[in-house]
């Protein structure tokens, strides 16, 4: 568990209700209150994260997400938040690191092998994005089976 002030996990779970309730500018204050009250707090920065995400606010859930990941290299939603936020961002090498970091951590992540094909069709890179929807497919991936299939099918003679 993160060491950290009562103030700043108490900041970090009203955050986190605003947040779910569909209010990320009210969540905002309190994400960067616990932050205020403990930088090293991982969670804060994470919330954050999502909550710039759900605003569109690629950019700043990409800083905040990357703070996040400095103080907690392997946390897997902050690096998959941040592979999305990438990928959305345009920045599409940086998201295949990150994805790329998941999937080698864990091979059955079938979301992140998910957003892996979708970042590689961005990039266009045909191969590697059938590769990826498949091997989600693989997982159970339920729109990666349809996407697999049909890229197969496109791609036999």
């Not at 009562?6 to 969540?27: F, I, K, S, T």
């Not at 919330?47 to 700043?60: D, E, I, T, V």
């Not at 400095?70 to 345009?90: I, K, S, T, V």
Request: proline residues 3%; aromatic residues 6%.
């Amino acid at each position: 568990i993160e060491k950290c002030s009562n103030y700043a996990v108490a900041h970090e779970l009203v955050g986190r209700v605003h947040l779910l309730g569909g209010r990320p500018e009210a969540a905002d204050k309190h994400f960067a209150a616990a932050i205020g009250h403990a930088p090293r707090f991982v969670r804060g920065h994470y919330h954050m994260g999502l909550s710039a995400l759900s605003q569109r606010k690629h950019a700043r859930a990409i800083e905040s997400l990357s703070n996040a990941i400095r103080l907690e290299p392997a946390h897997q939603g902050a690096l998959l938040a941040r592979g999305q936020a990438n990928l959305l961002h345009g920045q599409h090498e940086q998201a295949i690191v990150d994805l790329k970091t998941i999937t080698a951590a864990d091979n059955t992540h079938a979301l992140a092998w998910f957003l892996l094909g979708g970042t590689y069709e961005a990039a266009g890179k045909p191969e590697e994005r059938l590769a990826a929807f498949c091997q989600a497919a693989s997982l159970g991936h339920k729109a990666s089976k349809a996407l697999c299939a049909e890229m197969q099918g496109a791609t036999e003679p």
